[in-house]
Structure formats: structure tokens, C-alpha cells
């Protein structure tokens, strides 16, 4: 059992004892906790979702406590996500995630407790005109926040590394954002048709290119040379990818007027 089926089975054995817990998720990975889940050293988060009946102060110490004994035990980055019922199930709830259509990526979490989603299929909404501006006003944000933390990034390997992992986990969001903000598509693999429809000039293997890099980022991250190359490639198709979903965006505005 590698690190982080040990941390995930950790987190689940405290957080069932949780006040009025419902429910939690593990978001991303998917398989048995008990077997070796998908994991890349230095490159995979652990994204947890706890829905209880109440949020209160106790339930709020609790999962503190809870994150707090992770972080002793491992450098993975944890993010958890605090939801009580009510919340969880109104017709619009999005989940504390944005853009909006992160709220789909639920369905492709793995329920720790009742290991099953089938409580929450009626919460899938319509793909309506708030959903798609609100995609692409995230999409803009997440653009322009990596080109000001370029610009600040440092000339080290080591902060070099850190800014290129993160570029290319973000572009991969970024991506299927803005081919769900085009074509209304909510599936989470995106495959080469759609990149070559909604990006004529993209390289048609850039997803499957973010996918190599992660699979070989032990040996990118200590390549200087290498991590620069790369930050390169993803930045040129990046820059691809939200001038052709700007250019629908404006098109689409002015349709509307």
C-alpha cells in the first residue's frame, strides 16, 4: 500500500467519527482504498469532501484537528472541502468549487462511506448561459493568474519545478473548461476530436502530452533545461486554447444582444 492509500485510510478512519457526518468523498481518484489507488510522487493532491447534517464550530475543530494529523504524516497537499446537507443538496449547489463546472467532477468521486453516488444523480443541473459565462470568466481568471506567477517565479530549478507542475495540472483544467464552456461537453477525458474541433492550431495531443509529463515527472522536475522546455510547450498551447474560447465567448456575447 503506497503513501497515499495510507493517508486516505487515516483521513477515513478519523473523519466517520465526525459529528453528524454524512458522507465523504474522495475527489479525483478512483479504485478500492484498500489497493494501490493512482498516485505520482511529487505531482498528486488528495481533495476530500465531508458533508455533514451541521457545520459548527465543533464539526469545524474537528476536521481542523483531522488536517492537522494528516499534515504530521505526509507532504502530499491536502485540500478539504466542508459541506453540510442542506447545502450539498439544493438544486444549485456548486460545492465551494469554481468555476461552475467543477461541480461535475462530484460524479466522478468515490463515496468513502456509502460507496456509492447514486444519492446525488438528481443533482446534476441544466448547462444554461450562467454556467457557460461563469466558465469562461473563471477560465480568464486562471489564465492571468498564471501569467502574473510566471513573472514572479523565480530562476531556480526548484521554484521553476513547483511553477511548471502547476502550470501544467492547471492547464489541463483550463482545457476541459473551456471545451465544456464551447461545446457543453461534461466529460472529464477529453478526447483528440474535440481539441481538434474547438482548436484547429492546438497540438491535437496536448492533453495526452500533460498526461506524459506527469508520468515522467520524476525525471522533469530535476532537469532545468527539460522544465523550462516544457513550461514553453504548455504556455504556447495554452495561450491557443483561450484565444480560441475568448474568440466563442465574444461571438456568443454578441449573439445575445
Known sequence: MNEYNKIVNLFLSKAKNITGVYDVLLRGPRGNINEELPFTPNWSDLDFSIIVEKVNSDVRKEIKEIYERLKQETDIKISIILVDTEDFFSKFHIHGMQPMIYSFALYDSQSLLKKNLDYIIHKKHSFDS????????????????????????????????????HLARRSKNITWNAVFFMTGSIEID???????????????????????????????????????????????NLEIVYSDATAFFNNYVSQKE
Not at 156 to 162: A, F, H, P
Not at 210 to 219: A, F, Y
Open 130 to 165: 450562467t454556467i457557460r459565462e461563469n466558465c469562461y470568466a473563471h477560465l480568464s481568471c486562471f489564465v492571468h493568474e498564471l501569467r502574473d506567477s510566471y513573472m514572479k517565479c523565480g530562476n531556480d530549478r526548484v521554484e521553476r519545478s513547483l511553477f511548471c507542475r
Open 190 to 236: 477529453i478526447s483528440r476530436k474535440q481539441l481538434v474541433e474547438c482548436f484547429p492550431k492546438l497540438d491535437p495531443d496536448f492533453i495526452f502530452q500533460i498526461g506524459r509529463i506527469k508520468s515522467n515527472w520524476e525525471n522533469i522536475r530535476n532537469d532545468f533545461d527539460k522544465v523550462n522546455e516544457v513550461i514553453d510547450y504548455i504556455f504556447h
